[in-house]
């Protein structure tokens, strides 16, 4: 018979499980809205995703998924003069990253709501 | 010095990122890189804690080259039963099978994703077919002493068995000797050292399976 063991499912979540997946997920379409924003320096993109409470561990760990963002065409970088140094990578949201923030933000706001209503204590 | 950081640590992502196509780990090592400079750039005082402090908040380069793996699909990378292969036949594998033992870790220690290339050409050249090469020399130098014997008193009146024979082995000089035994040294210590650096490096960029 199948019994829940609360402590279980909680140390999953801990480890990288749940919550884990659903930060890598949401941190995808944070990067999309900040883009929307403005254009940025992947430097300034990345401070600015630390700055968002919980949201990253590790600074370093944001540029494999923004090279994957890249791949795969919601987002584009061109080479810009700099204030300070040599040219550096500027990144813009692309027509398509556009619309693929747009279907997150609709899916989102029904998802938050929902789970809201079920889980929020208050 | 505070660059000496900064080089060790693109040093290792490079090595953490070994396994991704070159041309995705060109462009993270880049895109990290600049943003080193970047946050240094900002930095009031570019000193030894300011470096560290950077580093420290982009993070273990493990976990980059993990992230990479994880957002373009490639597998996490492990060490199994092949690497322990690899371990064993290196340093022993040519005793085993005499040169093919040997031969075969090598195939294995390239087809493995757990080493770098600087790491495969090391365990490859230190040193050809493992410890081999020590027990053959050393069979070699056991067997090969070589003794004289000398007739005395030959020329001498024979008188009963008066004749005698005296056995003199010719053994090396004593300089050749220690020389010889430092090289065995070095020829037994190099693969077996090899092989513990191989295993160590390999514990402490992968989870056990």
New interface residues.
């Given amino acids: 018979m199948y019994r829940m063991v609360p402590s279980k499912a909680g140390q999953a979540a801990r480890d990288g499980g749940l919550i884990a997946q659903l930060r890598r997920g949401a941190l995808e379409y944070c990067v999309l809205a900040l883009l929307e924003r403005g254009e940025r ?3 300034d993109l ?1 401070r600015e995703l ?1 700055e968002v409470d919980g949201m990253v ?5 944001i ?6 963002l890249r ?1 795969d065409g919601v987002v584009e970088t061109t080479w810009r003069e ?1 204030p ?3 040219p ?2 500027y990144y813009k949201l692309t027509p398509s990253g556009g619309q693929a923030l747009k279907e997150f933000r609709q899916e989102w706001i029904r998802f938050r709501d929902g789970v809201d209503r079920v889980v929020s204590t208050s | 010095m505070a660059t000496q950081a900064v080089k060790e640590y693109l040093h290792d992502l490079e090595a953490e990122l070994r396994d991704l196509p070159r041309s995705r780990r060109q462009e993270l090592l880049g895109e990290i890189h600049e943003h080193i400079d970047s946050a240094l750039a900002d930095a009031p005082a570019r000193d030894e804690a300011e470096v560290r402090n950077v580093l420290d908040r982009l993070g273990d380069p493990a976990d980059i080259a993990e992230e990479a793996r994880q957002r373009f699909g490639l597998p996490k990378v492990k060490s199994g039963a092949l690497e322990i292969a690899t371990l064993i036949l290196l340093p022993v594998g040519g005793l085993i099978l005499p040169v093919i033992g040997w031969f075969i870790g090598v195939i294995l220690l390239w087809s493995s994703r757990v080493w770098t290339t600087g790491e495969k050409l090391a365990g490859t050249l230190l040193f050809p077919g493992g410890l081999l090469l020590p027990a053959g020399l050393g069979f070699v130098a056991v067997g090969g002493q070589s003794c004289s014997g000398v007739i005395q008193n030959a020329d001498q009146f024979i008188t009963g068995p008066a004749q005698e024979i005296v056995m003199s082995c010719d053994g090396p000089s004593t300089l050749y000797t220690v020389g010889a035994v430092i090289l065995m040294a070095v020829l037994v210590i190099v693969p077996i050292a090899m092989a513990v650096v191989l295993a160590r490096r390999m514990r402490a960029r992968t989870a056990p399976v």
């Fill in positions: 320096y992947g430097f990345v630390a561990t590790t600074e370093g760990t540029y494999p998924m923004l090279a994957r791949r700099s300070a140094g040599p550096r990578r």
